[in-house]
């Protein structure tokens, strides 16, 4: 969505204090550990966007709770796989053999919007080691949530995904709903 339809959707501009207060609102609350996906454009038109958010966010939890979001990098899998879009045949063997290998520190998202990657990138957040579909997160819990994040199954009990189950932690959706829920492949991986 573009910044004149997030204007033209809006009764009045969001700030880092409505959305506070919205997210109390909702539930959320100081020392809470909650796993955050977010859809930025449907929450109207956000002054400073992800910045007020992750600020709301913050304000929010405070200094007692753990903020933590989906930083997958999709990109970094087999090329022969792409469909979105896929590359020339001719392409495969040179992306394969130069392809970066994950740094948690300097490997972007993709496909996880604009809030992730901000929130990815500021200090004092830890981010898992998995070169897929590695979580981010900050404050007290960090650690225990992105601490040896096993390869396989990425989504299962060696995930963040667990880690926020046992901590009771929260799902909070913005703007999206559950067909972006991450959370649910932890359920996936325990039913079968």
């Known amino acids: 969505m573009s910044e004149s339809d997030a204007i033209a959707r809006s009764d009045?501009?969001?700030?880092?204090?409505?959305?506070?207060?919205?997210?109390?609102a909702l539930g959320l609350a100081a020392g809470q550990t909650v796993l955050v996906h977010t859809a930025l454009s449907a929450l109207g038109y956000v002054i400073s966007g992800p910045v007020s958010l992750l600020l709301a966010l913050d304000d929010v939890l405070g200094p007692t709770g753990t903020?933590?979001?989906?930083t997958h990098s999709a990109d970094?899998?087999?090329?022969?796989?792409?469909?979105?879009?896929?590359?020339?045949?001719?392409?495969?063997?040179?992306?394969?053999?130069?392809?970066?290998?994950y740094d948690a520190r300097l490997t972007p998202t993709r496909g996880m919007g604009v809030?992730?990657?901000l929130f990815r990138s500021q200090p004092g957040v830890l981010r898992s080691?998995?070169?897929?579909?590695?979580?981010?997160?900050?404050?007290?819990?960090?650690?225990?949530?992105?601490?040896?994040?096993?390869?396989?199954?990425?989504?299962?009990?060696?995930?963040?995904?667990?880690?926020?189950?046992?901590?009771?932690?929260?799902?909070?959706?913005?703007?999206?709903?559950?067909?972006h829920n991450t959370s649910l492949?932890?359920?996936e991986?325990?039913?079968?």
């Open 129 to 179: 080691d998995h070169p897929k579909v590695s979580f981010a997160a900050r404050g007290p819990q960090a650690e225990v949530l992105t601490r040896g994040h096993a390869l396989s199954p990425s989504l299962g009990e060696g995930s963040p995904l667990a880690r926020l189950y046992d901590l009771d932690g929260w799902v909070l959706l913005l703007g999206t709903g559950h067909e």
């Open 12 to 24: 009045r501009p969001a700030t880092v204090a409505t959305l506070a207060r919205d997210l109390r």
């Open 115 to 117: 809030t992730a990657e």
């Open 189 to 192: 991986v325990r039913t079968e």
């Open 67 to 70: 903020l933590m979001m989906p």
């Open 76 to 101: 970094l899998s087999d090329p022969a796989a792409w469909v979105a879009p896929p590359v020339p045949l001719e392409w495969i063997s040179i992306i394969q053999a130069e392809m970066p290998v």
């Open 185 to 187: 492949h932890l359920a």
